[in-house]
T-cell receptor, first 113, second 116 residues
Framework: SQQGEEDPQALSIQEGENATMNCSYKTSINNLQWYRQNSGRGLVHLILIRSNEREKHSGRLRVTLDTSKKSSSLLITASRAADTASYFC?????????????FGKGTRLSVIA | DTGVSQDPRHKITKRGQNVTFRCDPISEHNRLYWYRQTLGQGPEFLTYFQNEAQLEKSRLLSDRFSAERPKGSFSTLEIQRTEQGDSAMYLC??????????????FGDGTRLSIL
């Protein structure tokens, strides 16, 4: 079963706009991770946020985590056509960490040049 | 760091045949994971290893599926008597838990299995 639910399922924006994707999950977590997947390819790790962190930045990416609401958001600023991909949130629910991730269904982002 | 590699990239076979996939993780990574992904869905966990020990198997892993990591390096995933429902992308990932408890997983490009 999939723990995470991304919202929206699909998002289409113009190049230069910001894209926000949300993720909700059901159980307590050790960390939450965001991945990108281009069509027909594997997943690329974007950012990991631990359960005791609230916000994290990496380049044009900003991730927030609200453990009280069991939700996270991924913001991509100044989007580019190359950002077109599916984005997944994944949770590590174990205390010990480094265990299999539980993925959501993903958000398909289309950035139009 | 040459990344995680999977072979083959694509496999087309007839129903009832056996197939085997190979995954070569990043060399210093001791944890190796197998996931399955169907169209429009996120990856679902199948099984994972720490070194050569298989630590957990998902209920998705029926008795037709077997995975090995004999020397704690590469891993194979075999599906016997394939069925239509086995058609999916099979993804392998690796991580190094010796660094910390919060490590990202590094994925290969997957093996896409099509059952005729």
């Amino acid at each position: 079963s999939q723990q995470g639910e991304e919202d929206p399922q699909a998002l289409s924006i113009q190049e230069g706009e910001n894209a926000t994707m949300n993720c909700s999950y059901k159980t307590s977590i050790n960390n939450l991770q965001w991945y990108r997947q281009n069509s027909g390819r594997g997943l690329v790790h974007l950012i990991l946020i631990r359960s005791n962190e609230r916000e994290k930045h990496s380049g044009r990416l900003r991730v927030t985590l609200d453990t009280s609401k069991k939700s996270s958001s991924l913001l991509i600023t100044a989007s580019r056509a190359a950002d077109t991909a599916s984005y997944f949130c994944a949770t590590d629910v174990s205390i010990s960490g480094n265990t299999p991730l539980v993925f959501g269904k993903g958000t398909r982002l289309s950035v139009i040049a | 760091d040459t990344g995680v590699s999977q072979d083959p990239r694509h496999k087309i076979t007839k129903r009832g045949q056996n197939v085997t996939f190979r995954c070569d993780p990043i060399s210093e990574h001791n944890r190796l994971y197998w996931y399955r992904q169907t169209l429009g869905q996120g990856p679902e966990f199948l099984t994972y290893f720490q070194n050569e020990a298989q630590l957990e198997k998902s209920r998705l892993l029926s008795d037709r599926f077997s995975a090995e990591r004999p020397k704690g390096s590469f891993s194979t995933l075999e599906i016997q008597r394939t069925e239509q429902g086995d058609s999916a992308m099979y993804l392998c990932a690796s991580s190094n838990d010796r660094v910390s408890v919060n490590q990202p997983q590094h994925f290969g490009d997957g093996t896409r299995l099509s059952i005729l």
